[in-house]
């Protein structure tokens, strides 16, 4: 069974840091893209950031690129999210997501999300 | 960034009903563009790919059209399990950005 746990959220202040963390399992995980996706409370999904399968291609949402990094241990079947600076635009439940196989056009399994509060 | 626009933001209709949600992109995207559902306090679910490719074990009463800046997420007949946010997604090029999503109530 394919399983994304996400972990590491919690509350923060403003400038802050948290590490995110997304615990795989279930599937080949070195085959497949990882992405990052935020909810905002009451809000829309927002994509923020997508790793591939060996860590050749990254991308990030421009509302978190310079202070976003993310990473991935294939080793380990695990994605990390380093966030800096935060703000409190950041607060959203965060979605670890997997990309269906050889780049299929699809979110195929999410996790259960973990919730990041950025308050003073 | 491609932006996505779906309507209606909000609709109300009752168990049975012929639901269809649009999704319309700011340029073409060919048929890179999944739906999702997510109930309230769950992650989202994958219903559509590839604009009308049904994923596996969604029912079938869900069916998705379209191809290049407009397409629709359809549902024959409104079940009491249907009632959720849908999302439209786009896989043209990143960021992949999602529409803002149409809530379905009970009427």
């Known amino acids: 069974e394919v399983q994304l746990v996400e972990s590491g959220g919690g509350l923060v202040k403003p400038g802050g840091s948290l590490r995110l963390s997304c615990a795989a399992s279930?599937?080949?995980?070195?085959?497949?893209?990882i992405n990052w996706v935020r909810q905002a409370p009451g809000k829309g999904l927002e994509w923020v950031s997508s790793?591939?399968?060996?860590?050749?291609?990254?991308y990030y949402a421009d509302s978190v690129k310079g202070r976003f990094t993310i990473s991935r241990d294939n080793a380990k079947n695990s994605v990390s999210l380093q966030m800096n600076s935060l703000r409190a635009e950041d607060t959203a439940v965060y979605y670890c997501?997997?990309?269906?196989?050889?780049?299929?056009?699809?979110?195929?399994?999410w996790g259960q999300g973990t919730l990041v509060t950025v308050s003073s | 960034a491609i932006q996505l626009t779906q309507s209606p933001s909000s609709l109300s209709a009752s168990v049975g009903d012929r639901v269809t949600i649009t999704c319309r992109a700011s340029?073409?995207?060919?048929?890179?563009l999944a739906w999702y559902q997510q109930r309230p306090g769950k992650a989202p679910r994958l219903l559509i790919y590839?604009?009308?490719s049904l994923e596996g074990g969604v029912p079938s009463r869900l069916s998705g059209s379209g191809s290049g800046t407009d397409f629709t997420l359809t549902i024959s007949s409104l079940q009491p399990e249907d009632f959720a946010t849908y999302y439209c997604?786009?896989?043209?090029?990143?960021?992949?950005?999602f529409g803002g999503g149409t809530k379905v109530e009970i009427k």
């Open positions: 997501a997997r990309r269906g196989r050889d780049g299929s056009k699809k979110f195929d399994y």
């Open positions: 279930g599937f080949t995980f070195s085959s497949h893209s």
């Open positions: 790793i591939s399968s060996s860590s050749s291609y990254i």
């Open positions: 340029q073409g995207i060919s048929s890179a």
């Open positions: 590839d604009a009308s």
């Open positions: 997604q786009q896989f043209n090029s990143y960021p992949f950005t």
